[in-house]
């Protein structure tokens, strides 16, 4: 038996992987494949269309934010029980961390993970605009980087079928990856977007949707070429995330609702790995915290498009502004750090009242406040990074916060942005965990000690 691994590249941003890649994932699984999906960067939004296709969660891969032997370890994990891997690239093939010249780095492209995979890469082009020219573009992309597997081109956007024969005369005359064939426009599978990118696959893919997008790439393009162009030995097992020591017992809440949704799905199952019982619950529209936590993880989302429910909802603001009151751990990020502090401003300058934890306010900008990867260092004694080391990350946000006074501790170096009050620790920076496999250890730790005060707690309660 064999798996395939597929690339869905693009020649940039904005010429339809999303639309391609999911709907080769949904079209392959209704053949009865079990397809897994993975994107390669750090977005958290494309995983969801892939979930929605595939019925399995989607991987981040990143070949800046992780090793090449930890991206290979959480592919392989993955794919031990799949027919079919399916990943969908970032911006550009060749557009990655920096701008490298011909002899650069590739870190954080898709052409890198395509190479560490040894994946065919099917690379969509935009062709609205253009006929013998895409022969030309195909050309460049396929002996650009010689070590890469360019095997396929799609032409998305295609005006009819003699702007494809034009298309795929070029293509054919000059250049040596193979056609799959062709998507001609059609606006009712465009997906939406906002300032955080698309909506989210529940938002905007029905069932009906994504039944007529699998319809749709199996009636356009050939997929059993495909599959034969991408076939590999199926990857070996591997065993779980290894930890440094024995797993821990400890309940950590997790925040998942329409407000915070931003979440790498490696670092939840890293914590799961270090002992953790994760529980779901809603601040938007849970009352009370799930009993007897020991930790709480407020990721990122969308807390500014929900700021009046979030601020209506006082019995959890209150709560969990109590359970940080305890010495409690609490993890926010984004997102969830925006709603920890006093009060989010939004774009129309109404301010909200939050959580409270932090004494300062964040106000929604109009225009991109900060985009890129980052890497923090930890200038505490203690904390759950060990002193002077690194984790990786990556910030994408619309909002800034106002200063924050001096007496708050700062948990990294510049120019990150994190702070610590009592046992919360809050930053724009969305960390990936396993670019330092001690940071979720550390904060596992301090859940077990604050598991070991509920413990006391319950015993000297029931004597």
């Known amino acids: 038996m064999s798996a395939s691994r597929i690339v869905v590249a693009g020649t940039h941003s904005g010429v339809g992987k999303t639309t391609v890649a999911t709907g080769i994932m949904a079209a392959l699984h209704r053949r009865g494949l079990r397809v897994q999906g993975f994107k390669v960067g750090p977005d958290f939004i494309d995983p969801t269309f892939h979930r929605a296709a595939t019925g399995r969660p989607s991987h981040n891969l990143d070949g800046w934010m992780l090793s090449r032997e930890t991206n290979l370890d959480v592919f392989a994990r ?12 970032v911006m550009g093939l060749f557009d990655g961390k920096g701008s490298p010249s011909l002899a650069g780095s590739l870190s954080g492209t898709t052409a890198e993970m395509a190479i560490w995979l040894d994946a065919a890469v099917v690379l969509v082009l935009d062709a609205s605009a253009m006929a013998g020219s895409a ?72 069932e009906d949707r994504l039944g007529r997008l699998a319809e749709w790439i199996e009636s356009r393009l050939d997929l059993d070429r495909l599959l034969e162009l ?59 915290l799930p009993p007897d936590l020991d930790g709480i993880y407020l990721g990122g989302g969308y807390p500014e498009l929900h700021a009046e429910a979030l601020s209506a909802n006082e019995p959890m603001r209150v709560a969990i502004a109590e359970f940080a ?49 980052i890497e923090v ?49 809050g930053s724009y920076v969305h960390l990936h965990f396993l670019s330092c496999q001690n940071f979720a250890e550390g904060f596992v730790r301090d859940c077990a000690r604050r598991s070991v005060g509920n413990t006391n707690d319950r015993v000297g309660n029931a004597q």
């Open 78 to 89: 993955a794919i031990d029980d799949a027919d079919v891997a399916v990943i969908e690239g």
């Open 230 to 288: 991408s076939a590999r030995p199926k990857t070996s097992a591997t065993p779980p995330i290894a930890t440094a020591r024995k797993p821990e017992r400890v309940r950590i809440g997790i925040a998942r609702d329409a407000a915070f949704c931003f979440y790498y799905h490696d670092n939840l199952e890293l914590l799961r790995a270090l002992g953790a019982e994760l529980i779901d619950f809603s601040p938007v529209a849970d009352r009370m």
């Open 135 to 206: 022969a030309a573009i195909v050309h460049g992309f396929d002996t650009l980087v010689p070590k890469l597997r360019l095997s396929a081109v799609v032409c998305n956007k295609v005006a009819s079928d003699k702007h494809y024969g034009y298309l795929r005369d070029a293509i054919a005359a000059h250049c040596r990856p193979a056609l799959l064939g062709y998507l001609p426009r059609d606006p009712s599978f465009s997906i939406p977007e906002r300032h955080l990118g698309l909506h989210l696959a529940n938002e905007t893919l029905t």
């Open 377 to 425: 260092e930890n200038c505490e004694a203690e904390g759950w990074l060990p002193a002077g080391e690194c984790a990786r990350g990556h910030e994408f946000r619309y909002s800034v916060i106002d200063p924050m006074p001096e007496t708050i501790r700062r948990v990294y170096k510049d120019p990150a942005e994190g702070y610590r009050v009592r046992s919360v620790l």
């Open 325 to 373: 009151a305890k010495d409690a751990p609490v993890y926010a990020e984004c997102g969830g750090f925006m709603y920890l502090t006093q009060a989010i401003v939004d774009a129309s300058g109404r301010s909200w009242p939050m959580a409270g934890i932090f004494p300062t306010s964040a106000r929604m900008q109009k225009r991109l406040a900060k985009l890129g990867y």
